[in-house]
C-alpha cells in the first residue's frame, strides 16, 4: 500500500512539473497534498458546521446519527428509517412542552391539509394552496353561498374583497374568509376580469341569543366569536337597556373563539379607556390593543367553563383584570396562543404556537393556565326548564344551572364583587 500512494505521489509531482515546468521534489508535493488534504477537510467540516446552525447544533446531528446507527446494527429487529425520524421529530416538538404544538408526519400533513379545507368551510368551499400562491377550490357543496354565487372546482381564488391573498397561508386565508361570513363580499379569480359575489346573508346564524330573566336580569348568551357576533352581542345590549334592564350575564360557556376583531368589539364596547390585551411574538414584538373612552359600567356576571377557549378566555380575563364582572364558573384551559403550520422540505410539517396573548398586565394566560373565576362554581347534570320543574324560586331558566343561578342570585342581593 505504501509504494502504492508512493508512485502515485511521484506521478502527481511528475504532472505538475511538467504543468509548471519547474522541478519540484516529492517531498515538497507530499507536505502541499497534505496541507492540501486537510485544508479540505477543514473547510468541508467548518462548512456543515455552519449549515447546520453552529457547533452545539452539529454536536447535536451528530449525536441522533450515533443513535441511529447504533440502533440499526444492535437491535434485534429491523430498524424503520424513517418511523424512527418522524418519531424523533415528534418529540423535538414535544418537548417544548406546548400542548398547542405539534408534528405531522408527511402522511399526516396532507390529511391535515384535506380536513383542515372542509374544517370550517363557511360558503361551502374546500381550498388547498397552489405553487402559485393561489387558492384552488377543491370542492364546492350544493346550495351552499359559493355554489350559489357560481364558485366551481378548480378555480383558484386570489383576492377576498380586493385584498389579494397570494402571500398568505391558508390559514390566514380562512380567516379573512371567515371574517365576512355575515355579509356580502367578492372573491378575485385567476384569469377572470369580474370577482364572483358572495352572499352570506341568508345562511348566516346569530351566534348571540338573549332575553330577560324572571328577576329581570338581561341574560345574553354568546356562542362563539366568528362573524357579526360583536356587533349581535352589542345589539342585544342595546335592545335590553331599552327595556329598562340595568343587570347582565354574559355567558362564554362552550365558546371556542373565533375572532380576535369580533371580540375586540364588544370589549371596547363594554371598557373604559385603556390597554385590552397584547399580541406578543418570540422576538418580543408587541401589539397593544386599546379601549377608547366609553363605556358600560353596570353590575354584571359572566359566566365560563372548560369549554371557553381561546379569544373566549382572552375576554373573559381582560374583563377580570378590569374587575369589570364577576366571574363564575369552571377554570379554563389557556388556550390562548396562536398556532402557524410550517410546512418542511420533505412533506412533513409543525404545527407551532408563534405568538401569545397577555393582558394589559402582562399576564400570559397560556402560561398561567388559564382564567380562574372569582367564584367556582360546577354543574353537574343537564337540566330540565323551569316551566316542568319548577323549585319555586324562578331564578333561572334551568333548575339545576347552579352557574347561572349563583349570578342571578349575586345581582339580585346587589353585590358583583
Known amino acids: 500500500?505504501?509504494?502504492?500512494?508512493?508512485?502515485?505521489?511521484?506521478?502527481?509531482?511528475?504532472?505538475?512539473?511538467?504543468?509548471?515546468?519547474?522541478?519540484?521534489?516529492?517531498?515538497?508535493?507530499?507536505?502541499l497534498l497534505v496541507l492540501f488534504t486537510g485544508g479540505a477537510v477543514a473547510y468541508t467540516s467548518s462548512t456543515m458546521i455552519r449549515n447546520v446552525g453552529g457547533k452545539s447544533d452539529y454536536d447535536e446531528a451528530m449525536r441522533y446519527i450515533e443513535i441511529k446507527d447504533l440502533l440499526e446494527q444492535n437491535y434485534i429487529d429491523p430498524v424503520d428509517r424513517e418511523s424512527m425520524g418522524d418519531s424523533a421529530a415528534a418529540a423535538m416538538v414535544a418537548?417544548?412542552?406546548?400542548?398547542?404544538?405539534?408534528?405531522?408526519?408527511?402522511?399526516?400533513?396532507?390529511?391535515?391539509?384535506l380536513s383542515s379545507s372542509n374544517e370550517y368551510s363557511g360558503i361551502g368551499i374546500s381550498i388547498l394552496k397552489t405553487d402559485g400562491g393561489g387558492f384552488r377550490v377543491t370542492s364546492v357543496n350544493a346550495d351552499s353561498p359559493a355554489a350559489l354565487a357560481g364558485l366551481n372546482a378548480?378555480?383558484?381564488?386570489?383576492?377576498?374583497?380586493?385584498?389579494?391573498?397570494?402571500?398568505?397561508?391558508?390559514?390566514?386565508?380562512?380567516?379573512?374568509?371567515?371574517?365576512?361570513?355575515?355579509?356580502?363580499?367578492?372573491?378575485?379569480?385567476?384569469?377572470?376580469?369580474?370577482?364572483?359575489?358572495?352572499?352570506?346573508?341568508?345562511?348566516?346564524?346569530n351566534p348571540v341569543t338573549y332575553y330577560v330573566e324572571r328577576t329581570g336580569t338581561g341574560y345574553i348568551k354568546i356562542a362563539n366569536?366568528?362573524?357579526?357576533?360583536?356587533?349581535?352581542?352589542?345589539?342585544?345590549?342595546?335592545?335590553?337597556?331599552?327595556?329598562?334592564?340595568?343587570?347582565?350575564?354574559?355567558?362564554?360557556?362552550?365558546?371556542?373563539?373565533?375572532?380576535?376583531?369580533?371580540m375586540t368589539e364588544l370589549l371596547d364596547y363594554l371598557l373604559p379607556q385603556g390597554d385590552l390585551f397584547v399580541s406578543r411574538d418570540k422576538s418580543g414584538n408587541e401589539q397593544v390593543v386599546r379601549s377608547d373612552n366609553l363605556s358600560l359600567r353596570l353590575p354584571m356576571c359572566l359566566l365560563l367553563n372548560g369549554q371557553t377557549f381561546s379569544?373566549?378566555?382572552?375576554?373573559?380575563?381582560?374583563?377580570?383584570?378590569?374587575?369589570?364582572?364577576t366571574l363564575i364558573g369552571?377554570?379554563?384551559t389557556g388556550m390562548t396562543r396562536t398556532q402557524q403550520t410550517i410546512e418542511i422540505s420533505d412533506g412533513?410539517?409543525?404545527?407551532?404556537?408563534?405568538?401569545?396573548?397577555?393582558t394589559a398586565g402582562r399576564v400570559d394566560i397560556s402560561q398561567s393556565g388559564g382564567v380562574v373565576p372569582d367564584t367556582i362554581v360546577y354543574n353537574t347534570e343537564v337540566s330540565e326548564t323551569l316551566e316542568e320543574n319548577n323549585?319555586?324560586?324562578?331564578?333561572?331558566?334551568?333548575?339545576?344551572?347552579?352557574?347561572?343561578?349563583?349570578?342571578?342570585?349575586?345581582?339580585?342581593?346587589?353585590?358583583?364583587?
Open 311 to 325: 379569544e373566549a378566555e382572552i375576554f373573559a380575563a381582560v374583563i377580570k383584570e378590569y374587575q369589570w364582572a
Open 95 to 113: 418537548g417544548l412542552g406546548d400542548k398547542w404544538s405539534s408534528f405531522m408526519s408527511a402522511d399526516e400533513y396532507r390529511t391535515f391539509q
Open 154 to 205: 378548480g378555480m383558484v381564488i386570489v383576492s377576498v374583497d380586493d385584498r389579494d391573498v397570494r402571500g398568505m397561508d391558508t390559514d390566514e386565508v380562512r380567516t379573512l374568509i371567515r371574517s365576512n361570513l355575515n355579509k356580502k363580499f367578492t372573491l378575485g379569480i385567476d384569469g377572470q376580469s369580474d370577482p364572483i359575489t358572495i352572499d352570506c346573508t341568508r345562511t348566516y346564524v
Open 348 to 358: 412533513s410539517a409543525i404545527r407551532l404556537s408563534t405568538h401569545t396573548y397577555l
Open 391 to 417: 323549585d319555586g324560586n324562578g331564578l333561572a331558566n334551568y333548575a339545576s344551572d347552579a352557574q347561572l343561578r349563583t349570578a342571578l342570585t349575586i345581582l339580585s342581593t346587589g353585590f358583583t364583587g
Open 225 to 262: 366569536f366568528e362573524a357579526g357576533s360583536g356587533e349581535a352581542a352589542i345589539a342585544a345590549i342595546e335592545d335590553l337597556l331599552s327595556q329598562n334592564v340595568r343587570t347582565f350575564v354574559l355567558d362564554i360557556r362552550d365558546n371556542p373563539g373565533g375572532l380576535v376583531a369580533e
Open 1 to 31: 500500500m505504501g509504494k502504492l500512494f508512493g508512485r502515485l505521489f511521484a506521478a502527481i509531482g511528475r504532472g505538475l512539473s511538467k504543468l509548471f515546468n519547474v522541478g519540484i521534489p516529492l517531498k515538497f508535493v507530499l507536505i
Open 330 to 332: 369552571e377554570p379554563t
